[in-house]
């Protein structure tokens, strides 16, 4: 089974709506991430969590919220969809340490209509 | 801000070439990831680096942190190593995520 998944893993919504991404990890990793991918741009942060009750924003916090339910778990909500938020996210989670290696999930493809 | 350059943007190569794709940064880090999507999406590590070289395979990334930059190389391409190759970089403490480069598209033709 795959350390650290994305459900789901392709979402069409239409604008306004609230959609949320939901990430796990078997890991046992403190530290997670959620990144998102443009064509041409490449990945960017949005938001991150060292552990339960520490959330951080990242370079394109506006218009996300997320959620860390337990250190397994990093959700990413868009409370009202746009059509700009089309795009693929990914989670990704690292242990302690400054600077450990980064582990992606397979990636949830979102479309705003 | 890290500013995280890649180049060449996309490369097509014959199977069997020795492949290089470089990355320069702007700021000073303390560790860099080389990474490997496939075209269904999906980002897998192959490297991690702070200082010299790492070898797996046939793959090789090299760091010079006095002259912010890094390549990867790729001995004997096969088909199979056709993918986007992202460098990215630690930006401030370390903690704080990855600043990432915008890729390079590799295509090795049989």
């Known amino acids: 089974d795959a350390d650290v998944t994305q459900t789901p893993r392709n979402r069409i919504t239409k604008t306004g709506k609230r959609i949320m991404l939901e990430c796990s990890q078997t890991?046992?990793?403190?530290?997670m991430y959620w990144y998102r991918q443009d064509p041409g741009l490449g990945l960017r942060l949005i938001y991150y969590?060292?552990?339960?009750?520490?959330?951080n924003k990242g370079e394109i916090s506006d218009g996300y919220s997320v959620s860390r339910q337990a250190q397994a778990k990093f959700s990413l909500s868009l409370e009202s969809a746009i059509p700009n938020q089309t795009a693929l996210y990914f989670c990704?989670?690292?242990?302690?340490?400054?600077?450990?290696?980064?582990?992606f999930g397979p990636g949830t493809r979102l479309t705003v209509l | 801000k890290n500013e995280v350059e890649q180049s060449p943007q996309n490369l097509t190569a014959q199977e069997g070439e020795f492949i290089t794709i470089n990355c320069s940064y702007s700021v000073g880090i303390s560790a860099l990831h080389w990474l490997q999507q496939h075209p269904g999406g999906g980002i897998v590590s192959l490297f991690m680096?702070?200082?010299g070289k790492k070898k797996h395979g046939r793959l090789i990334a090299t760091i010079n942190i006095q002259e912010k930059h890094s390549s990867l190389h790729i001995t004997a391409s096969h088909p199979r190593d056709s993918a986007v190759y992202i460098c990215?970089?630690?930006?401030?403490?370390?903690?704080?995520?990855?600043?990432f480069g915008k890729g390079t598209h590799l295509i090795i033709q049989p």
């Open positions: 969590s060292f552990d339960v009750k520490d959330i």
């Open positions: 890991k046992g990793h403190d530290r």
């Open positions: 680096l702070s200082s």
């Open positions: 990704a989670t690292s242990g302690l340490g400054s600077y450990n290696e980064q582990f």
């Open positions: 990215a970089v630690y930006a401030g403490g370390g903690a704080d995520g990855l600043t």
